[in-house]
């Protein structure tokens, strides 16, 4: 596959491409990923700052570039990650990139890397990290730390396709089937049960898309714009009154099909609190005794990196998902959709290694594109963030 750029959009798409290769070998049992990665969050940082020479550079993007990179610091400080400037650095250097170029290099060096970690398991040169649920069931990771994860890539990078297939106008027939048979080896080997039904839900989706005509009813228009918000909502409320009510047999059967992941939340609102700028939360995953580890990506932001960032992204998503619905395409809205029913679980969305989507807030979409004047103007309309 090729993918022709031109040199701005190189200086953007390699690095890109980079850390993207980096920050995935993170989630396998491969020793050196984290120096892999810490060399390009450098690289990264250098081609941002080579970007924005090349571009028009007003005084308002510079202020708010320089307060998004200090709050990123922030944050980091505060809950200790990175997540923050690296979403930042890739999200500005995205303004005016064909995001169908994101996604193609996207599906393309994260396709790789599944076919990599993969190899480098069946090779012997690292392990399988091995889990069993309580019946027995054995989940294969095949390099990659946990199997969630795996599952988790491999339905961010179908998400990619199907947003590149119905720009191009594919015929989404051979996807059907191909979608169907890796959400069931998904399912056999790695009993990812969020991970399966999100990859049949693309298949659902994708005829949604080809075959709902005319002007959408109030209710689709409702879901579609506002499915981030919903779906946080619902986890919101159920692990208050999870706090509230302990030991309520409905909450508690929804904990147990959720696999606990109900009570890890609660766990962390009891233990730590809200915050405005992110704390720092130890997240023990599977193999530890004393395992903690908050999943669902609504309560991980919210705890992890804040309430000030969990508006903000919540906000954004919905507000492309809005105008997108008002224009009445489907698209878009309903990839975000994916995406917030994967996120209920899922700990992946503020992770631009998993959500590449996070990418086109500034990036052409369709031959549009959400700049940033558009952005800040909409902030500053709606009063949710005061600009000074």
Same mark, same amino acid.
């Given at each position: 596959?090729?993918?022709?750029?031109n040199?701005?959009? =190189?200086c953007?798409?390699?690095?890109f491409g980079?850390?993207?290769f980096?920050?995935?070998?993170?989630?396998s049992?491969?020793?050196?990923g984290?120096i892999?990665?810490?060399i390009a969050?450098? #690289?990264?940082?250098?081609?941002s =700052?080579?970007n924005?020479?090349? @571009?028009?550079?007003t005084l308002?993007k510079?202020?708010?570039?320089?307060?998004?990179v200090?709050?990123?610091v922030?944050?980091?400080?505060?809950?200790?990650y990175? /997540?923050?400037l690296?979403?930042s650095? %890739?999200?500005?250097?995205?303004?005016k990139?064909?995001?169908?170029?994101?996604?193609? #290099? !996207?599906?393309?060096?994260?396709?790789?890397t599944?076919?990599?970690?993969?190899? %480098? !398991?069946?090779?012997?040169?690292?392990?399988?990290?091995?889990y069993f649920?309580e019946?027995?069931?054995?989940?294969?990771?095949?390099?990659f730390? !946990?199997?969630?994860?795996?599952?988790a890539?491999i339905?961010?990078?179908?998400?990619s396709?199907l947003?590149i297939?119905?720009?191009?106008?594919?015929?989404?027939?051979?996807?059907?089937?191909l979608?169907?048979?890796?959400?069931?080896?998904?399912?056999?080997?790695?009993d990812?049960r969020?991970?399966t039904?999100?990859?049949l839900?693309?298949?659902v989706c &994708?005829?949604?898309?080809t075959?709902r005509?005319?002007?959408?009813?109030?209710?689709e228009?409702f879901?579609? &714009?506002?499915?981030?918000?919903?779906?946080a909502a619902?986890?919101?409320i159920l692990?208050?009154l999870?706090?509230?009510?302990p030991?309520?047999?409905?909450l508690?059967?929804?904990?147990?099909?959720?696999?606990?992941?109900?009570?890890?939340?609660k766990?962390g609102?009891i233990?730590?609190?809200y &915050?405005?700028?992110?704390?720092?939360?130890?997240?023990?995953g599977?193999?530890?005794?004393?395992y903690?580890f908050i999943d669902?990506?609504?309560?991980?932001?919210?705890?992890? !990196?804040?309430?000030?960032?969990?508006?903000?992204? =919540?906000y954004i998503f919905? @507000?492309?998902?809005?105008? @997108?619905?008002e224009? /009445?395409?489907?698209?878009i809205p309903?990839i975000i959709?994916?995406?917030?029913?994967?996120?209920?679980v899922?700990?992946?969305?503020?992770? #631009?290694?998993?959500? #590449?989507?996070?990418?086109?807030?500034?990036?052409?979409?369709? /031959?549009?594109r959400f700049?940033?004047?558009?952005?800040?103007?909409?902030?500053?309309k709606?009063?949710r963030?005061?600009?000074?």
């Amino acid at each position: 596959m090729v993918i022709r750029a031109n040199k701005k959009e =190189l200086c953007y798409l390699l690095p890109f491409g980079f850390f993207i290769f980096s920050s995935l070998l993170t989630y396998s049992t491969i020793p050196t990923g984290r120096i892999i990665i810490n060399i390009a969050r450098v #690289v990264l940082i250098l081609f941002s =700052l080579l970007n924005m020479c090349q @571009k028009e550079l007003t005084l308002k993007k510079l202020i708010t570039f320089t307060v998004i990179v200090a709050f990123s610091v922030l944050i980091k400080i505060n809950a200790d990650y990175w /997540n923050m400037l690296d979403v930042s650095l %890739l999200v500005f250097g995205a303004e005016k990139i064909d995001f169908k170029k994101i996604a193609k #290099v !996207y599906r393309m060096v994260a396709s790789f890397t599944i076919i990599l970690i993969i190899v %480098l !398991y069946f090779l012997g040169i690292i392990k399988d990290n091995l889990y069993f649920r309580e019946d027995g069931t054995a989940r294969h990771s095949f390099g990659f730390i !946990y199997a969630t994860d795996l599952a988790a890539l491999i339905f961010y990078i179908l998400l990619s396709d199907l947003y590149i297939a119905f720009t191009e106008k594919r015929n989404m027939l051979i996807r059907y089937a191909l979608y169907f048979l890796i959400a069931s080896l998904v399912l056999i080997f790695c009993d990812a049960r969020l991970g399966t039904i999100c990859i049949l839900m693309l298949i659902v989706c &994708s005829i949604y898309i080809t075959h709902r005509k005319g002007n959408l009813l109030k209710i689709e228009k409702f879901i579609l &714009s506002y499915s981030l918000i919903i779906f946080a909502a619902i986890i919101l409320i159920l692990t208050h009154l999870y706090i509230i009510f302990p030991y309520s047999p409905v909450l508690t059967i929804i904990d147990k099909t959720l696999s606990a992941r109900l009570y890890y939340s609660k766990m962390g609102v009891i233990f730590y609190g809200y &915050s405005l700028f992110g704390q720092k939360i130890e997240m023990r995953g599977a193999g530890y005794e004393d395992y903690f580890f908050i999943d669902s990506s609504y309560m991980n932001i919210i705890l992890v !990196y804040g309430i000030v960032i969990f508006a903000f992204v =919540l906000y954004i998503f919905t @507000k492309i998902a809005r105008a @997108k619905v008002e224009e /009445n395409e489907l698209l878009i809205p309903i990839i975000i959709f994916l995406i917030a029913v994967n996120s209920f679980v899922g700990q992946q969305m503020f992770d #631009v290694a998993y959500n #590449v989507f996070l990418l086109m807030f500034l990036a052409y979409t369709n /031959n549009d594109r959400f700049n940033l004047n558009r952005i800040l103007r909409r902030l500053k309309k709606d009063g949710r963030i005061l600009l000074q």
